[in-house]
């Protein structure tokens, strides 16, 4: 079970740090990625990160300004999210995937948050 948190309203500019909490026997058995859903748009990959936080990806659209990690020992995914853009308004969504390399596509995630909405305002 995957629960995604740490969504709310902003304005242009400021910064949210979003939380993914696994109640899985093997939080590092997991490669984890992040989701986001727009109004009327489909589900688009933001960043995923390999089952040791060593390997990492990040959607173009998000580089430099958004980072993934993770911290295996609290079972916690995490994507802190700095110069928010309205653009960035969507609903996240924390993802899984038992031995998984990163991969961009949804397909690839089995297991999924039941996401947790960001609101940016400008």
């Known amino acids: 079970q995957l629960q995604a948190s740490g969504g709310g309203s902003v304005q242009a500019g400021e910064s949210l740090r979003l939380s993914c909490a696994a109640s899985v026997r093997t939080f590092s058995d997991y490669g984890m990625a992040w989701f986001r859903q727009a109004p009327g748009k489909e589900r688009e990959f933001v960043a995923a990160?390999?089952?040791?936080?060593?390997?990492?990806d990040h959607a173009e659209s998000v580089k430099g300004r958004f980072t993934i990690s993770r911290d295996n020992a609290k079972n916690t995914l995490y994507l802190q999210m700095n110069s928010l853009k309205s653009d960035d308004t969507a609903v996240y969504y924390c993802?899984?995937?038992?031995?998984?390399?990163?991969?961009?596509?949804?397909?690839?995630?089995?297991?999924w948050g039941q996401g947790t909405q960001v609101t940016v305002s400008s």
């Open positions: 990160v390999s089952w040791s936080g060593g390997s990492k």
């Open positions: 993802a899984a995937a038992l031995y998984g390399a990163i991969s961009a596509s949804p397909r690839n995630y089995p297991y």
